[in-house]
Nanobody, 120 residues
Framework: QVQLVESGGGVVQAGGSLTLSCAAS????????MGWYRQAPGKQRELVAA???????NYADSVKGRFTISRDNAKNTVYLQMNSVKPEDTAVYYC??????????????WGQGTQVTVSS
C-alpha cells in the first residue's frame, strides 16, 4: 500500500508565493522520480516539474524561473515552491511518485490533488 498526502494548496494573490508538499508512505523499496502535475478547468493535465533521486530537475516552460521543485528523500516528500504566481497558474495540482517494489518492479501513484487559486 502506497499513500500520497498533499498539502499547502489555497488562495494566493498574483505575484505571491505558495509551497506545496506531498508525502509518500506505505510499502515500497525506494522512490525514483517525483513530480507535480496540474489540471485547469477544460484543459488536459500537464507536467509542471519533476525531480529524479539524484536531484536532476525538469520544468514546464510556463513555470521555469518561477517554480522550484525539491525533495527530501529521508522524509519521502516532494515540494513545489511557487513564486511570482499568475492567474493562469490556477489549477488542481497533483503529485506523482514512481515507486520501486523490489529490484524489478515499479509503479506510479497519484496524490488526491490540491486546489491552487491565484487571485488577480
Amino acid at each position: 500500500q502506497v499513500q500520497l498526502v498533499e498539502s499547502g494548496g489555497g488562495v494566493v494573490q498574483a505575484g505571491g508565493s505558495l509551497t506545496l508538499s506531498c508525502a509518500a508512505s506505505g510499502s515500497f523499496s525506494s522512490i525514483n522520480i517525483m513530480g507535480w502535475y496540474r489540471q485547469a478547468p477544460g484543459k488536459q493535465r500537464e507536467l509542471v516539474a519533476a525531480i529524479a533521486g539524484g536531484g536532476v530537475t525538469n520544468y514546464a516552460d510556463s513555470v521555469k524561473g518561477r517554480f522550484t521543485i525539491s525533495r527530501d528523500n529521508a522524509k519521502n516528500t516532494v515540494y513545489l515552491q511557487m513564486n511570482s504566481v499568475k492567474p493562469e497558474d490556477t489549477a488542481v495540482y497533483y503529485c506523482n511518485v514512481d515507486a520501486r517494489h523490489g529490484l524489478f518492479s515499479s509503479h506510479t501513484y497519484w496524490g488526491q490533488g490540491t486546489q491552487v487559486t491565484v487571485s488577480s
